[in-house]
């Protein structure tokens, strides 16, 4: 091995010591090259990991599930403060890189699948089981951006009941749109869901220089603090999300005509007319324009 391969080699073994340091050197020493198609923007920037993970406030009692780990730089700090760690790594390239880890940390497993195709489920009742004295499941993530949304709505869609918090790192525009309120222009099917599910808040921004290859975008890390129950359930919180995507599938047009456009059973222009006068709503407002609270009541209004 080279005396640079040596140097990357032992600057990556005490990366918690550095500020900054070369994902560039790490992945030079391991023969691996960045993959732009699966997100592979590594963080070279020591600070911001260590915010990422005081921003999920992890502790011994979490279960945190890490999201592609890459070169396993937040993984390792990860490792150090939560009582497990799942990582979650579509690339098996990365194993060499990540193995030494799992070596060093007992508590850390890497699974290294596609994180939609892993039966995420499964793998926290296992860890609960072995350790019952972990408390909450968080997940962290400097999420690849390729595939940030449907991530995002699985965890919340299928595991939000069993989830105390996401904290992950997103382009800054989506992260905008994830916590924006109803009215404004991000405002969208995603923000509604996000708010139904959790209290979410954009906790700071993050330069594309703080990453190797550098992205086109800058990036906001988000961190979203899950109900245990939403606090506002419709009867079918199934429906009431049918609702809000007809209503942002035509976003221009007022909510009646969009809604009636959907041509749900049973539901007449006529009919959605009505419920919004018994709920106190104008019949020409847009669906941008309401909120959770809102949408819940019109579903239950209209199905019965
Ligand atoms: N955590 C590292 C960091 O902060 O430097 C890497 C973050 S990088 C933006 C995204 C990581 O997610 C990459 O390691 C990539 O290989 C991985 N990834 C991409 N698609 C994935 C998927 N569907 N399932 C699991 N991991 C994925």
Do not use: W
Not at 28 to 54: C, E, H, P, T
Not at 252 to 278: C, Q, Y
């Amino acid at each position: 091995m080279s005396k640079q391969a040596e140097k990357n080699k032992l600057e990556r073994q005490e990366y918690g010591s550095h500020e900054r340091f070369s994902p560039y050197g790490i992945m030079a020493s391991y023969g691996f090259s960045a993959k732009k198609a699966l997100g592979q923007n590594f963080l070279s920037d020591m600070n911001i990991v260590r915010n990422i993970v005081d921003a999920a406030d992890v502790g011994t009692d979490d279960l945190v599930i890490e999201v592609g780990p890459g070169l396993g730089v937040m993984t390792a700090l990860l490792a150090e403060k939560a009582g497990c760690v799942i990582a979650i790594e579509i690339d098996r390239e990365l194993a060499p890189i990540l193995e030494p880890l799992v070596h060093k940390y007992p508590c850390l497993q890497v699974i290294y699948d596609d994180v939609m195709r892993t039966d995420i489920g499964k793998l926290i009742a296992e860890k609960r089981e072995a350790y019952p004295d972990l408390k909450r499941v968080k997940i962290v993530a400097n999420l690849p951006y390729y595939i940030t949304t449907p991530i995002i709505m699985m965890f919340l869609e299928q595991y939000a009941s069993i989830l105390t918090s996401l904290t992950f790192m997103v382009q800054k525009e989506v992260a905008r749109r994830l916590v924006s309120p109803p009215g404004s222009g991000e405002y969208g099917a995603i923000s509604v869901a996000v708010a139904y599910y959790s209290d979410a808040s954009v906790c700071f921004d993050v330069p594309a220089s703080c990453f190797v290859p550098r992205p086109k975008v800058d990036s906001s890390v988000v961190n979203m603090s899950v109900y245990p129950v939403p606090p506002i359930v419709p009867r079918s919180p199934d429906n009431m999300f049918r609702l809000v995507r007809a209503a942002f599938a035509q976003r221009r047009k007022m909510l009646v005509n969009a809604i009636s456009n959907a041509a749900f059973p049973g539901v007449s222009k006529e009919r959605v007319s009505e419920a919004l006068d018994k709920l106190g709503i104008f019949r020409t407002i847009r669906g941008e324009m309401l909120g959770v609270k809102e949408y819940a009541a019109l579903s239950d209004e209209l199905f019965e």
